[in-house]
């Protein structure tokens, strides 16, 4: 999946001091080998501007990066996540028991497989964090709850929902992923299928979302590290909704 290079905390740390030092050198490239979204404020959006999502097997990328992976690399989420996207619409729309649902089949059978010792990383082929059948269940009742309170009291950042239901929340980190192409459009990055679409499905107007990407066209033409960070988040806060 497309996602900017991870870095830990001590590399982010060397990451910063260098851009202080890259500020003097005209050395494009490296500047933008700088930049992450580390420390970046998470983006105010209404969801119903997203509508594509990267492509599966799409390459690792740089944060800000030039090419034309904003066009080639991506589709309807429709169609890339149609597991994701028929579950939603059938279960919160449609009423049906998630059991009835084509990924609840994917997810049994890649559970199955891992019992069964022919799969060792059910992740993999669709299974998510999920390594037997009673958390398969578990998945769809944090689902379900998922779904209750965003209807019940809007979208919330996931330490929001750390602080209000500690058990159904993720990383602190693990907020609704999204690129922004060269035009300024949002596409949903590998992270929050879900949730965008549920947001979708009750009409909400806004959702935090956390930019794992951007296409160096978007950005104005300074390209020093220090300029090029600070016009990545004047931009970035120019799409705020």
């Known amino acids: 999946m497309f996602m900017p290079i991870k870095a830990g905390p001590?590399?982010?740390?060397?990451?910063?001091?260098?851009?202080?030092?890259?500020?003097?050198?005209?050395?494009?490239?490296?500047?933008?080998?700088?930049?992450s979204s580390d420390g970046l404020d998470l983006l105010r959006v209404n969801p119903a501007a997203i509508s594509c999502c990267i492509k599966k097997g799409a390459k690792r990328r740089l944060f800000v990066s030039g090419g034309d992976w904003d066009i080639n690399e991506v589709a309807p989420i429709s169609e890339v996540r149609s597991l994701e996207y028929s579950a939603v619409h059938d279960i919160f729309i449609k009423g049906v028991s998630y059991k009835r649902t084509v990924q609840y089949a994917k997810m049994k059978?890649?559970?199955?497989?891992?019992?069964?010792?022919?799969?060792k990383k059910p992740s993999s082929i669709g299974a998510y964090w999920c390594r037997s059948y009673e958390d398969i269940d578990e998945y769809f009742r944090k689902l379900d709850r998922a779904y209750e309170s965003i209807k019940k009291?809007?979208?919330?950042?996931?330490?929001?929902?750390?602080?209000?239901?500690?058990?159904?929340s993720r990383s602190l980190a693990d907020e609704i992923q999204v690129l922004i192409g060269r035009r300024g459009g949002l596409i949903l990055g590998c992270g929050g299928t879900h949730r965008i679409l549920i947001a979708q499905s009750l009409g909400l107007e806004r959702v935090y979302v956390r930019v794992a990407g951007i296409h160096e066209a978007f950005i104005g033409k300074d390209r020093r590290a220090k300029k090029l960070r600070d016009e990545v988040i004047r931009k970035i806060e120019s799409l705020n909704e």
């Open 153 to 168: 009291d809007g979208y919330k950042t996931q330490k929001e929902v750390s602080l209000k239901n500690p058990d159904d």
């Open 109 to 119: 059978k890649a559970v199955s497989l891992y019992i069964d010792g022919e799969n």
């Open 10 to 35: 001590a590399v982010n740390k060397v990451r910063r001091s260098l851009l202080c030092i890259a500020e003097f050198f005209p050395l494009p490239e490296v500047h933008r080998m700088l930049v």
